[in-house]
């Protein structure tokens, strides 16, 4: 089975995809981490982000692996590198880029064709999973939280990682996010008619994996 979780920024899908991931024996892909992945990779190559032929080039040229919840760049462990205030910002241009899209798109279904092979369910974790990548995904979530919470939760986490961040900064750019996430004209934010809406803001991280893991089991 696919499952497909996709919503805001800050919902905590990431977390509750791996959790959810774990519990069913399936495989997890967090997309979010593919883009911030190529990034990454054109900052280290020096290249202007906004220029989209160059950072195809990077993104063709670079070898992401995704192994449980570490993220390797051409061997090296990224996995705390991508999580910074500076690469959430400058994903955008990743995210905007239409052939890093149509790359990533292909390497994700490329892992759902492995893991089929394997006998193995994924639950993939992103903004366009269930409209994009994978329209005939069995189960379609649609995880959100309300943009308070969302903020608040990834102040914590910055906050976490030491890094010099306040509070009213981070809603605001999660504000300009979510106009990114929803606008972008290829794989921007949506919520399909077959997708279940949760919003985790009356919810411990616990009981969002146990709602989750209801639905999918409903389905199986
Ligand atoms: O989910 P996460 O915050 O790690 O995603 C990083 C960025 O990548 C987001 O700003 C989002 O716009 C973009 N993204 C995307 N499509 C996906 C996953 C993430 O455009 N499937």
Excluded: W
Excluded at 22 to 50: E, P
Excluded at 187 to 195: F, H, I, P, Q, V
């Amino acid at each position: 089975m696919i499952v497909t979780i996709d919503g805001p920024a800050g919902a905590g899908k990431s977390s509750a995809a791996h959790r959810l991931a774990d519990r069913l024996g399936y495989r997890f892909l967090d997309t979010g981490a593919m883009y911030r992945a190529i990034t990454y990779a054109g900052l280290q190559h020096g290249i202007d982000l906004t220029d989209e032929k160059a950072l195809l080039q990077v993104a063709l040229a670079s070898e992401i692996q995704l192994a449980g919840d570490k993220i390797v760049l051409d061997e090296v462990d990224i996995t705390n590198a991508i999580r910074t205030f500076e690469i959430t910002t400058l994903t955008r241009h990743a995210a905007d880029n239409r052939a890093v899209r149509e790359h990533l798109t292909q390497l994700q279904r490329q892992f759902a064709a492995e893991s089929k092979q394997t006998g193995q369910g994924i639950v993939t974790e992103g903004r366009d999973q269930a409209t994009v990548v994978f329209p005939d995904a069995e189960c379609k979530i649609y995880l959100t939280a309300s943009e308070q919470a969302r903020a608040q939760r990834r102040y914590e986490d910055l906050l976490n990682r030491g890094e010099q961040v306040d509070y009213t900064g981070v809603l605001e750019k999660q504000r300009h996010r979510d106009q990114q996430d929803l606008n972008r004209k290829v794989g921007g934010l949506a919520l399909t008619n077959e997708s279940i809406e949760v919003s985790t803001d009356d919810m411990t991280p616990d009981q969002v994996v146990d709602a989750l893991e209801k639905i999918v089991r409903d389905r199986q």
